[in-house]
Nanobody, 122 residues
Framework: QVQLVESGGGLVQPGGSLRLSCAVSGNDFSIYVMGWYRQAPGKQREMVAT???????KYGDSVKGRFTISRDNAKNTAFLQMTSLKPEDTAVYYCNVPDMTQYRLGNPTDYWGQGTQVTVSS
């Protein structure tokens, strides 16, 4: 049973910083890519950042230069360092891990965290 446990969300003022963590357990597959997504009320879920096991990263246009994704492969943990936060960053943030072994078998499988609320407000 794969579980993703997130932490680090909260209330912060504009211009402030937060660091989110996502710890994965129960996986019987090697984690190739980990990602952070977010969803604000009335909006679709959007990609924030992804990182491969080799450290290659991608960022959504709205967070480039402000957010940094990283991971500790030994601990199966991903992080999202959020700086220069804006009210537009307010959303529920979700950690995502696709099972690439299942994808290659034609059975696309994604695991998601429960979500953590990030609120940027003065």
């Amino acid at each position: 049973q794969v579980q993703l446990v997130e932490s680090g969300g909260g209330l912060v003022q504009p211009g402030g910083s937060l660091r989110l963590s996502c710890a994965v357990s129960g996986n019987d597959f090697s984690i190739y890519v980990m990602g952070w997504y977010r969803q604000a009320p009335g909006k679709q879920r959007e990609m924030v950042a992804t990182i491969t096991s080799d450290g290659d990263t991608k960022y959504g246009d709205s967070v480039k230069g402000r957010f940094t994704i990283s991971r500790d492969n030994a601990k199966n943990t991903a992080f999202l360092q959020m700086t220069s936060l804006k009210p537009e960053d307010t959303a529920v943030y979700y950690c995502n891990v696709p099972d690439m072994t299942q994808y290659r078998l034609g059975n696309p499988t994604d695991y998601w965290g429960q979500g953590t609320q990030v609120t940027v407000s003065s």
